[in-house]
């Protein structure tokens, strides 16, 4: 049970912090240094590295109100065509940077909507990729799937291809909240593509669900756990709804006044937190529940979780690659956007094959932060001598930063042989603790 005193003196009802898919956040990201770096890091890529491979299908045939991920709406496939042109365009001349033996391990589209793609256009894309990457041993392929915009077709044809996991948008199941958010969505319908999936062999079905969006009540949300349990979920994301109408236009469709404030929202995810751990699911960092069988939550059990772009994953790889308009790809040595809109992206391909455009080259003190936040955001803890042994100029900053936590958190932490760990009541200010561990400058004696 979490110590709502707690939360309140340390400010989550107020707080307004990244989600820390990575750091530094991609607002940070500076003008041209994705350009600037892309053919050299691709370059330096190892002979013998694994790589995850990230395809962004930036298109919808609806676009819900709710959405703030990065895609646009269309009636007919002809863009999506000629977006696709240039996504083989892209993987071929990406290709063409890397060292010959690297291989894929991880592959995952995502959007957008991936299954709006006809057979054809699924089919020319999966050949393209498979053709440019041979697969490691361990390899996974897992698609993003809205279940209102997937043909039996579609789905046959990218079991054909080995997808091996399938991350199903749910969101809510009350009419009242999908009509809110413009996305109406029947449980019969979603467990039929549930169903299909299952028949096809596709192991792990993932689901996406939202707390916080418009007319939500701890009994509507309950409401829809219950319907989504019934469905099995082999692993479940619950992620707080964004409010962001200055970057997502289409939210301005949903009305302010229709949003839990803070201290409700606090309360939906508390609520539905005690129900799937009811039912046996295990959270797994902030916002993830899954069987103990599953391999996130094995992976959580044994350290060694990781946080990218697509939030919580056991994905070892330590370089994504991302293709297609604003996706972002993550090297040993920074990260690199490509070109966001997708004029500007096909401009990009077509001038010399590479989109990328902002980035970020990261510094010592950059990877050592890094560090520090995924391990806060996938454990809830860091080892202070690891982090030191792991980025030895940085010690002095590590003990900067240790101090600052330890004083500005002295309810919600504890500090014990070493390890510095969130307490459990004070779980829900996870994102909170990493924002001041990760700021850039403190006054006086904690300065860094
Ligand atoms: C990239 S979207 C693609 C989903 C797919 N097109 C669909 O509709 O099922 C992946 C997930 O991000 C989550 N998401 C999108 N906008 C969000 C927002 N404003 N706040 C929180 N989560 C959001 C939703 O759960 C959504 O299913
Ligand atoms: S939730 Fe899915 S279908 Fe709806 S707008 Fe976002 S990406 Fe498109």
Same mark, same amino acid.
């Given at each position: 049970?979490e110590?709502e ?5 340390y400010?989550l ?7 820390f898919?990575?750091y530094?956040p991609a607002n940070?990201?500076e003008?041209?240094t ?7 890091w +691709?370059g330096?890529v190892?002979?013998?590295?694994? +790589? ?5 299908i930036? $298109?919808?045939?609806?676009l819900?109100?709710?959405? %703030?991920?990065r895609t646009?709406g ?5 863009p999506?065509a000629s977006? #696709? ?5 892209e ?9 010959? &033996? ?12 991936p299954? +709006? ?9 999966c050949d393209a990729?498979f053709?440019q ?9 897992s698609?993003?799937i809205?279940?209102?915009e997937?043909?039996?077709?579609v ?9 091996g996991?399938? &991350? ?5 199941f009350?009419?009242?909240? @999908?009509k ?8 019969? @319908?979603? !467990?039929g ?5 299952? =028949? ?12 916080g ?7 509507s ?18 992620y707080g ?9 289409? @939210?301005?469709? #949903?009305?302010e ?11 939906? !995810? ?15 960092g #902030? ?13 959580a ?7 990218? $772009?697509?939030g919580?994953t056991?994905?070892?790889c ?6 297609g %308009? ?6 040993? @040595?920074?990260y690199?956007?490509?070109a966001v809109?997708t ?5 990009r ?9 902002r980035?970020? =080259?990261m ?5 050592m932060?890094?560090?520090?936040v ?6 809830g803890a860091f ?5 030191? %042994?792991a980025?030895p100029l940085m010690t ?5 930063v240790?101090?600052?936590?330890v004083?500005? $958190?002295p309810d919600?932490?504890?500090?014990? !042989?070493?390890r510095?760990s969130?307490?459990?009541?004070a ?6 603790i990493?924002?001041v561990?990760?700021?850039?400058q403190?006054t006086? &004696?904690?300065?860094?």
């Open positions: 049970m110590n005193a707690i939360l309140e003196k400010g009802f107020r707080a307004k912090v990244p989600r898919t990575s530094p940070r990201f003008m041209d994705g350009r600037k770096h892309q053919a050299e +691709l330096e190892k002979p013998d590295e694994p +790589l995850s491979l990230y395809i962004h930036p $298109f919808c045939r609806r819900c109100y709710f959405c %703030a991920c646009q269309t009636k007919t496939l002809k999506v977006y #696709i042109k240039t996504l083989l365009d993987i071929r001349v990406v290709r063409q940077h890397l060292p010959k &033996s690297v291989k894929m391990a991880r592959l995952h589209y995502g959007g957008g909507t299954t +709006l793609l006809s057979t054809e256009l699924m089919n020319r894309l990729v053709t990457f041979a697969t490691a041993p361990d390899f996974e392929f698609v993003e809205d279940p209102t997937a043909s039996d077709a789905l046959e044809t990218l079991a054909d291809w080995r997808l996991r399938a &991350s199903i948008g749910i969101q809510d009350m009419p009242k909240v @999908q809110a958010i413009g996305r109406e969505q029947s449980f019969e @319908q979603t !467990a593509v549930i169903e299909k999936l299952r =028949a096809l062999g596709i192991g792990s079905v993932n689901f996406d669900l939202v707390y969006l418009p007319h939500q009540t701890r009994e949300l309950a409401d829809t756990l219950e319907q989504v349990l019934s469905l099995s979920p082999d692993r479940l994301a619950l709804y964004a409010h962001v109408p200055q970057m997502s236009k289409r @939210q301005v469709m #949903i009305s006044n229709d949003l839990a404030d803070s201290y409700e929202r606090f309360h939906l !995810a508390s609520m539905a937190r005690n129900i799937l751990t009811d039912h046996g699911l295990v959270p797994i #902030i916002d993830h529940f899954a069987p103990e069988s599953d391999s996130l939550a094995r992976a059990r044994e350290g060694h979780l990781r946080r990218n $772009f697509q919580y056991d994905d070892p330590r370089t994504l690659i991302g293709f %308009a604003s996706a972002i790809s993550e090297y040993r @040595q920074g690199v956007q490509n809109a004029a500007a992206y096909a401009e391909v077509a001038h010399d094959g590479l989109a990328g455009h980035g970020y =080259a510094r010592t003190r950059d990877k932060v890094a560090d520090l995924q391990n806060l955001m996938c454990e080892d202070v001598e690891a982090l030191k %042994a980025h002095v900053q590590i003990d900067n240790l101090s600052r936590l004083l500005s $958190f919600a932490l504890e500090l014990e !042989a070493g510095l969130i307490r459990e009541d779980a829900s200010l996870t994102r909170v990493a924002s561990a990760a700021a850039e403190q006086g &004696s904690l300065a860094i």
